[in-house]
Structures are given as C-alpha cells and as structure tokens.
C-alpha cells in the first residue's frame, strides 16, 4: 500500500482552478461528455478521488453509478461556484434508502 | 413451496436435516452481520451529513472569494499565477476492514510542509481576494479529504448491507420455509410408509392365518372321511 495516488477536480474553470493551487490535479472541462470522457480515463490510472462539481455531475449518472462501489475512485460531488443543488446530499439519502430500504433520517 | 421434488428416502431426509441446521446458522450469522453493519453505516452517514454541510458551506465562501478575485483580475493573469503549483499532494490509500467491507482509509503528505507557503504565484500582480481564496481551501481541503473517505465507505456499505439484505430474507423466507416443507414431506411420507407396511403385514398375516385355517379344516373333513368310511371312531382322537 506504499503506492500514491492522485486526486483529481473536474468540473468549468472557475470551480477547479483554485484546487490546482492546492497541488491537485484540475481539469477543466466544458461540456458533460467531456467529463464523462475524463471520469473514465482517470478511472483508469492512479486516481483515487476525483471531486467532481455538482453542475457537470448531474448529468452522468451513468458513470457515476459504474464507480459507486468501487473502491477506486471515489466521486465526491462538491459544489460548484452556481452553489449547493443538493446532490451530494441527495446521494447520502439514496445510500440510506439503499441500504435500509427506506428513508429513516 | 409449490413443487417439491424430493425423494422421500432416509438419505435424502438427513442431508435435508443437514442443510437446514446451516442454512438456520447461516441466517443468523447473516443477520448479526447485518445488524452491525447497519449500526456502522448510520453512524457513519451522519457524519458524512454533518461533514458535507460544512464543506459545502466551507466551498462556497471560497467560491466567492474567487470569483471576486477573477473579477479584479484578467483571467489570462489568474490562469498564469496559478499555472504551476508549488504544492503538490500525494496521497496514499489504506483499506480498513469494516464487517467484510473494505473501506478505503486516505493519508495524504504535501510537499511544501507550511500552510502559508503555497501560494505558487508572487503577491504583486495578483489580487489579494485569490490568496484569501487559495488560503480557505487549503483548509477546507482536509476537510474534503475526509469527506471522500467517509462518503465513499458509506456507499461502499449500502452495497453490502443491501447484499446482506437480500441473503438473510432468501434464508429467511424462501430457503428455511422450502427445506422445513420438503423435512416434513419426506417425514410424512415415510410415517405413511410405515403403516403401510404395517398394514400389509397383518394383512399378509391374516391371510396365511386363513390359508392354513382352510388347510387345516380340509384335512379334518378328510379325516372324517375316511373315518366314517372305515365305520367305528375312536374315542381319543
């Protein structure tokens, strides 16, 4: 477990730039394919967590839910600069109702 | 329980007997498992509620802060100052075992050891907003970080416990019931061979009884016969 891994930030230019400050890797993208696109090959390589804006997030489901129980990468969706549109928090309620099979919080 | 197709053998009745002893043991293991998985996962979804509350607060103001800073400055002057950075992040991964859940567990060392040292970028020709900025979200990044873990290990337990789930209610419901039925199946059918076999013996007995009854009578009217054709009978037969 000595290996390093990387932590990615996809989402517009605005929301990732800050984070390539930190030593992160920011890509900015434009458009949800592009996204998509990068989710994917991250996937691939040595990215453990890729923090992805809840404005592109909302979009690719599909993607979001083949890594979701996956050890490698976990997708943590933040908020972008438009603000919380609560999917993050969504995703919490949906793991609950998942796993209890109804909404108990 | 609609078609059960057993062979009613004494065999097949102690292998069923057998599955049954494991299939009740599996379920209650199951059960235990599910139970404690449960408590892990709910303490562990609250704080990832109370933790996102707080990052996404923690974001926003960083958000502002930043687009203040893209304001006050051209965006080619933000893309440079910001171009290379000076801190890098490695992060290495653990896995924790949380009742059979691997649950990844991250540590992350930077280079540049201080806080105040990451700004990759010199302080004249760039807003003071963008170190502001820069400056909250290297706070909010530990923050972050642990988010991804405890969020990702949520996700990764609502999996297993809806796995586990599903396994202690097809023990519960389908394979206990259908195991029980075909037991008591197979018992009855046996308790009825028994009497059956019962039965056909006293029958078979009787009826040789009878045989021999018949037998018996027709050797007498033989005597008979030949006694009464002879003439005299003797007095002790």
Known sequence: ?105 | MANITVTPTRMELTRLKGKLKTARRGHKLLKDKRDGLMKQFLETVREVRALRAEVEEELMTVHKSFTVASALMSSEALEQALLYPKQSVELTMGSQNIMSVNVPVYDFQTKTKSDADIYPYGFASTSGELDTAVDALGHVFRKMLKLAEIEKSAQLMAEEIEKTRRRVNALEYVMIPETEAAIRYITMKLDENDRATTTRLMKVKDMILKQSLEEKRAEDARAMKAFGASGEAPQDA
Not at chain 1, 58 to 82: F, H, Q
Not at chain 1, 88 to 105: F, H, T
Request: glycine letters at 8%.
């Open chain 1, 1 to 105: 477990m000595a290996t390093t891994y990387r932590i990615a930030v996809i989402g517009d230019w605005e929301s990732v730039m800050g984070f390539r400050a930190l030593g992160l890797d920011a890509y900015p993208v434009t458009s949800v394919e592009e996204a998509k696109e990068k989710v994917r090959e991250l996937a691939k390589s040595d990215c453990a967590v890729i923090y992805l804006t809840e404005t592109v997030g909302k979009d690719m489901e599909d993607v979001l839910s083949r890594y979701k129980d996956e050890l490698t990468p976990a997708i943590i969706l933040i908020p972008g600069r438009e603000g919380s549109l609560g999917i993050g928090k969504n995703n919490i309620q949906r793991a609950i109702e998942r796993a209890v099979g109804a909404d108990i919080l």
